[in-house]
C-alpha cells in the first residue's frame, strides 16, 4: 500500500454550464502513485511527483 504524502486536499469551486446556473462541485486532487529511488511507493500530487523526478536527476 503506497502512503500518501502530499499535504493537498480537494477544492470547492462552482460548475457553470451554458446557462450560467451556478452549483457547487469539487475538484479533487490529481494523485499519482510513484516509486521512489529506494523502492517505496507514494501518492504525491502530479506536480509534487513532476518536481520529484526533475531534482532526483
Do not use: F, W, Y
Not at 450560467?20 to 506536480?47: C, E, F, P, W
Amino acid at each position: 500500500m503506497a502512503t500518501k504524502v502530499t499535504s493537498k486536499k480537494a477544492k470547492s469551486v462552482n460548475n457553470r454550464p451554458n446557462c450560467l446556473k451556478i452549483t457547487k462541485r469539487t475538484q479533487k486532487v490529481n494523485l499519482q502513485t510513484v516509486t521512489t529511488a529506494d523502492g517505496k511507493k507514494i501518492r504525491t500530487s502530479a506536480r509534487e511527483a513532476r518536481s520529484m523526478k526533475k531534482n532526483s536527476k
